[in-house]
């Protein structure tokens, strides 16, 4: 069983982060992540609001964070934890390929997209509906695409399939965008229809895609004929280990967590989406940096 002094649960903006912080602070790091480091940070197709970089790819972000926080810290991908419990002081880590130990546990395990939770969605996964434009995009050019949601990746969902070659229709369950005003400014400009007040009853097709029904809200059924529907509802917290731990959660499954990214249980910290607040990429980074400089001071006070 190989010992760290800090694993890093979730291998994201926060966690790489992180785990710079705490390796170039001489303590052993191991990231774990079940998937391809970057997680839903892979997946955004344009970032133009992190300092230092302008219009450029989630993709692109990461690939360079990845190997700058490879110089000081071990990144074990496709590697899923399975179960982290706490025995004389330290954590054992139980992850899908061994068994690890750890000073401290910093969680960042960022979140997954919500479904809609309607009639064909799961049926056509694959087949027509897609969480992500980055990745499915190019096999809807020229075709017509619904995407659904009226916050910020929403909103650069559809510009992106848009500038793609999609014919889009962006279809909101209220009368008002929750997206930035800069966003909305861009779907007006790129005169993208919107269908406001209006949700998504049932996507249907066979075995593809081929249209919509939608429900506004006085009543109102239609349908719309489309190849293809991209779901940008907001997120849902990966919070497993955490219930593990019986860390506190907010009402919404975040983890709560003081401004040092303190969780309440001893040399256990939590960063970036899975906490909940503020959804953006530099606030990912700040809470890994806060969680690794926590961690740090933890470790060495109790040395
Ligand atoms: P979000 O901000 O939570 O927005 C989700 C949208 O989906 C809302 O418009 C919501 O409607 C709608 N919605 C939720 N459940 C629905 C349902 N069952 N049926 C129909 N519509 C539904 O999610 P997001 O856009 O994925 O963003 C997630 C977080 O990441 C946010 O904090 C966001 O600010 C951040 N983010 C930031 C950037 C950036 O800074 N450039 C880019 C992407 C994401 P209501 O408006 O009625 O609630």
Redesign the pocket.
């Known amino acids: 069983m190989e010992n760290y002094d800090v694993i890093i649960v979730g291998g994201g903006p926060a966690g790489l982060t992180a785990g710079i912080y705490t390796g170039r602070q001489n303590l052993k790091t191991l990231i774990l992540d079940k998937e391809l480091a970057g997680g839903q940070a892979r997946e955004?197709p344009v970032?133009?609001?992190y300092p230092g970089f302008s219009m450029v790819s989630g993709l692109e972000i990461i690939e360079k964070t990845k190997s700058q926080t490879s110089k000081y810290a071990d990144i074990h991908e496709f590697e899923e934890v399975l179960d982290v419990f706490n025995e004389n002081h330290s954590f054992i880590v139980k992850t899908s390929k061994g068994e690890y130990t750890s000073k401290a546990i910093i969680l960042t395990t960022g979140s997954r997209h919500?479904q809609?939770?309607v009639k064909g969605e799961n049926e056509h996964l694959g087949k027509g509906v897609s969480y992500c434009a980055t990745c499915d995009g190019m096999f809807f050019k020229g075709k017509d695409i619904l995407v659904?949601?009226?916050?910020?990746?929403?909103?650069?969902d559809a510009i992106y399939l848009k500038d793609l070659g999609c014919n889009v229709t962006l279809v909101?369950?209220?009368d008002?965008?929750?997206?930035?005003k800069y966003?909305e400014d861009q779907l007006i400009e790129s005169k993208i229809p919107i269908i406001w007040n209006t949700?998504?009853e049932a996507i249907e097709g066979e075995p593809l895609v081929s249209n919509v029904k939608l429900l506004n809200k006085d009543g109102t059924k239609s349908e719309i004929s489309v190849n293809g529907v991209f779901i940008?509802?907001?997120?849902i917290p990966h919070n497993k280990i955490a219930e593990k731990l019986n860390l506190k959660l907010s009402d919404d499954g975040s983890i709560l967590c003081d401004k040092y990214q303190r969780t309440g249980l001893c040399n256990v910290y939590a960063a970036g989406?899975v906490t909940g607040g503020?959804?953006?990429?530099i606030v990912a980074c700040g809470e890994g940096a806060v969680a690794a400089i926590s961690a740090y001071e933890d470790i060495i006070k109790n040395s």
Not at 232 to 235: C, I
Not at 278 to 281: A, C, D, H, I, Y
Request: proline share 0%.
């Open positions: 955004v970032i133009d609001n919500r809609l939770d659904v949601g009226g916050g910020n990746t929403a909103a650069i909101h369950r209220r008002r965008l929750r997206c930035q966003l949700t998504v940008a509802v907001g997120d989406d503020l959804k953006q990429w």
